[in-house]
């Protein structure tokens, strides 16, 4: 079933030159911000957890406002959590433990030298 909350007024708020906050009804639902790392705009639901950054749209400017406009969309066609679904999924992933676990796979120690990156594999 459909959360008719979606069909409702979306309401776009700045908070700080690279934070958005989309809301309905007072509540948030999504938070638009800039990713200085990704140098793209990220869309996360109300608890925070980046669903998608602009930078993987293909066709589409990584500004503000097609960042807004993809997240509004995400509302109503229902990709964006409600805030209780992502408030769950939040509880859900530290009961697991999921939180905070280190990333395993193939790391990278980077050190630079006189102006030179040289990479080694940490260990």
Not at 43 to 61: K, N, P, R
Not at 88 to 98: F, N, P, W, Y
């Amino acid at each position: 079933m459909t959360d008719r909350r979606r069909y409702r007024v979306v309401e776009t708020r700045r908070i700080n030159a690279n934070t958005y906050h989309l809301t309905i009804d007072g509540a948030l639902w999504s938070e638009v911000e800039w990713s200085p790392s990704r140098r793209a705009w990220c869309i996360q639901d109300a608890c925070g957890f980046c669903l998608t950054h602009v930078e993987s749209v293909v066709g589409q400017d990584r500004d503000v406002q097609m960042a807004i406009r993809l997240a509004r969309r995400m509302i109503v066609d229902g990709r964006m959590p409600t805030p209780e679904q992502a408030a769950a999924r939040l509880r859900a992933r530290e009961s697991d433990g999921k939180l905070g676990e280190p990333i395993e796979g193939d790391l990278i120690k980077a050190d630079v030298i006189e102006g030179e990156l040289i990479k080694r594999r940490a260990g």
